[in-house]
């Protein structure tokens, strides 16, 4: 099946600091790539429809200033956490779908955990 | 307003029963249904996709059903094993652009040998 890597997997960094989350399809183009939030036992929260060469679409209550989403490339996409705070520790997921299969499946990334100390 | 919901106690059966999930849905017309399933500090992982017009679907011991009438879908899990233990978690597919998925919160599945 297609791949989707991530990384770092876990980070830890300091408020104030930003952090910058990869996301690529190794094996597959990707027009469009999801950003998630998970915290503890809850759902995936969206936070960002990211589409290659233009600017992201952001979800209500998401802070586009503070979440900046880059997809430069078919494969690329990422996402940066600027002046974090012990708030903005999750886990954080990104998501991308194949351009030749849309109403297909999504395949995901193996996650980040962020921990802002 | 537009919920997803799925039983958010754990259901722990016995190894070798069928294990059955249920997701609800309010103010959601989706054009499709899928199930993931989740390990813990891992990413969801893709197991089955149904569209409206589907009633069933199986993969191996998998089976999802969809009523569009009754805004809901059960996913059952023949033979349990152990390894089957984790969180499953339905998503929709919204109508209009990018095709979002949206997530319910998932039912942690405890399979006891």
């Known amino acids: 099946g297609a791949v989707v890597s991530q990384h770092p997997s876990r980070v830890i960094c300091k408020s104030g600091t930003s952090v910058k989350i990869e996301c690529r399809s190794l094996?597959?183009?990707?027009?469009?790539m999801f950003w998630y939030r998970q915290f503890p036992k809850q759902s995936l929260m969206l936070m960002a429809t990211?589409?290659?060469?233009?600017?992201?679409?952001?979800e209500q209550g998401v802070e586009k200033d503070k979440f900046l989403i880059n997809h430069a490339s078919l494969t690329l996409s990422t996402l940066t956490v600027t002046s974090a705070h012990p708030e903005d520790s999750s886990f954080y997921i990104c998501?991308?779908?194949?351009?030749?299969?849309?109403?297909?499946?999504?395949?995901f990334g193996q996650g980040t955990r962020l921990t802002v100390v | 307003s537009q919920k997803i919901e799925q039983n958010s106690e754990a259901l722990n059966i016995q190894e070798g029963k069928t294990a059955t999930l249920t997701c609800n849905y309010t103010?959601?017309?989706?054009?499709?249904l899928q199930w993931y399933r989740q390990d813990p500090g891992r990413g969801p992982v893709f197991l089955l996709l149904?569209?409206?017009?589907?009633k069933e679907k199986r993969k191996e011991r998998l089976k999802v059903t969809f009523d569009t009438t009754l805004k809901q879908s059960l996913f059952h899990i023949t033979a349990s094993q152990p390894a089957d233990s984790a969180t499953y978690l339905c998503?929709?597919?919204?109508?209009?652009?990018?095709?979002?998925?949206?997530f319910g919160a998932g039912t942690r599945l405890a399979v006891h040998p």
């Open positions: 990211s589409n290659e060469g233009s600017k992201a679409t952001y």
């Open positions: 149904i569209r409206e017009n589907e």
């Open positions: 998501s991308a779908r194949d351009r030749n299969r849309m109403n297909t499946e999504a395949f």
């Open positions: 094996d597959f183009q990707a027009t469009t």
């Open positions: 103010n959601y017309s989706p054009a499709y």
């Open positions: 998503a929709l597919a919204t109508s209009g652009g990018y095709n979002k998925l949206i």
